[in-house]
Structures are given as structure tokens and as C-alpha cells.
């Protein structure tokens, strides 16, 4: 099983400000099965970033995501009220199962 | 407009099983895998199992294996997945998601795409 780790596990920034969330692998994820998602308060997950660095439908240019390997990381360029929630990375592998980082909370 | 729908939360004591339910349209159900996740409070979501659409395979956790069934009424376009043998530690939101997987020219991309609203099912005695 493929573990992801998250950092820092929460971020306190301010509108406006740039927020770069980091995800490592403990194995080798390939480029097309890395994901972002993001989850505000009593909603589901809600993609964000696919293919480590495809934006989903709607999604706006500031969110950007990169990396490769086992180092990816999500970059938020200017920080909107909206953007605050929770951020986790997903991946696909090879086979099952397909786990989730612990999250990112960004926070003001 | 892609949408998942779920059932309503559960209430259920500890040994029983829970079926959640999530409807969908006839062109999602059939050409898309529907996966299951659940996510317990302050966790990130864990992935439970999918149902490949062409040949109904399941693929499971081995965590949730043998406690774990996902179904499909194709003539109301609705997924369910029922876990028994519940404990305190099922008490979680569970959510359907719908996986998008294809080809591209540097191999295959895979993601979750589109997710139900969630059910909570509360485990208590």
C-alpha cells in the first residue's frame, strides 16, 4: 500500500498570500494517478487537481499543482476567502487500494 | 449536470449491516465505475471498493473483504454498498464517487470526478 504524507498539516495564512501545500509518496506514483482535492466544512471532497498538475472543470488558474515521483506539491498563488478548507492528495497506483494524505487544513 | 445522490443517514447498533444507496444517471451508472469511500471525522477519506460498469467486477480493500458488498439496480440507475458486521469504528460519512479513468498520450489518467453528498452512518449501542 501506497502511504501519503502531508505537510505541514496545517497552514495559517491570510487572503492574499501564497500557500504551497507538500504530498510525498512512499513509493512511485505515476504522473497520471496523482490527485488534489479539496473539502470545505460539511461537504463532500471536491476535485481540484488531476494528472499531478490538470486542473478539474472550473477551476480556477491560481490553484496549481506539480511534481513528480514521490514529491508533489499543490500551490495556491494568491489566497481567496474561498480557498479555505481542507486539501488532500490521492493516488491511484497500480492496484488497490487507493489512499488519501491526512490533509491540509488552510486556515486564516 | 453530473449528480450523485445518496440515502439518508443511519442510525444502527453495533453487529448489524447498513446499505446506503446512490442514484445516479443511466448513462454515469453504465459507463463509469462507481467507487465507495468513507471518511470518519478529522481523517482523510478512505476508498472501500468499485464496480468496474461493463463487467460488474468489484474491486475491493482487503480491509472491508468479506464485510463489504457493492450492488447495482441498473432499471433505476442506483449503485449500493452494504458493510455488516458493523463496530463503533464504522461510524463514518460514506460517499459515492463516480472514478474517471482513460487514456492519454503518457499513459493513463485516473481520478475521482464527481461524489455524492454523503451518508453518515452512526454505529452505537
Known amino acids: 500500500e501506497i502511504v501519503l504524507t502531508q505537510s505541514p498539516r496545517t497552514l495559517s495564512l491570510s487572503p492574499g498570500e501564497r500557500a504551497t501545500l507538500s504530498c510525498r509518496a512512499s513509493?512511485?506514483?505515476?504522473?497520471?494517478?496523482l490527485a488534489w482535492y479539496q473539502q470545505k466544512p460539511g461537504q463532500a471532497p471536491s476535485l481540484l487537481v488531476y494528472g499531478v498538475s490538470s486542473r478539474g472543470i472550473g477551476i480556477p488558474g491560481r490553484f496549481e499543482g506539480i511534481g513528480s515521483g514521490t514529491d508533489f506539491a499543490l500551490t495556491i498563488s494568491r489566497l481567496e476567502p474561498e480557498d479555505f478548507a481542507v486539501y488532500y492528495c490521492q493516488q491511484f497506483g497500480g492496484s488497490p487500494p487507493f489512499t488519501f494524505g491526512p490533509g491540509t487544513r488552510v486556515d486564516v | 449536470q453530473v449528480q450523485l445522490v445518496q440515502s439518508g443517514a443511519e442510525v444502527k447498533k453495533p453487529g448489524a449491516s447498513v446499505k446506503v444507496s446512490c442514484k445516479t444517471s443511466?448513462?454515469?451508472?453504465?459507463?463509469?465505475?462507481i467507487n465507495w469511500l468513507r471518511q470518519a471525522t478529522g481523517q482523510g477519506p478512505e476508498w472501500m471498493g468499485g464496480?468496474?460498469?461493463?463487467?460488474?467486477?468489484?474491486g475491493y480493500s482487503q480491509k472491508f473483504q468479506g464485510r463489504l458488498t457493492l450492488t447495482r439496480d441498473t432499471s433505476i440507475s442506483t449503485a449500493y454498498m452494504e458493510l455488516s458486521s458493523l463496530t463503533s469504528d464504522d461510524t463514518a460519512i460514506y460517499y459515492c464517487?463516480?472514478?474517471?479513468?482513460?487514456?492519454?498520450?503518457?499513459?493513463?489518467?485516473?481520478?475521482?470526478?464527481?461524489w455524492g453528498q454523503g451518508t453518515l452512518v452512526t454505529v452505537s449501542s
Open positions: 464496480m468496474d460498469p461493463k463487467s460488474g467486477h468489484i
Open positions: 443511466e448513462h454515469t451508472l453504465a459507463t463509469y465505475e
Open positions: 513509493q512511485n506514483v505515476s504522473t497520471g494517478y
Open positions: 464517487a463516480r472514478r474517471r479513468s482513460y487514456n492519454y498520450t503518457l499513459g493513463t489518467l485516473d481520478y475521482f470526478d464527481y
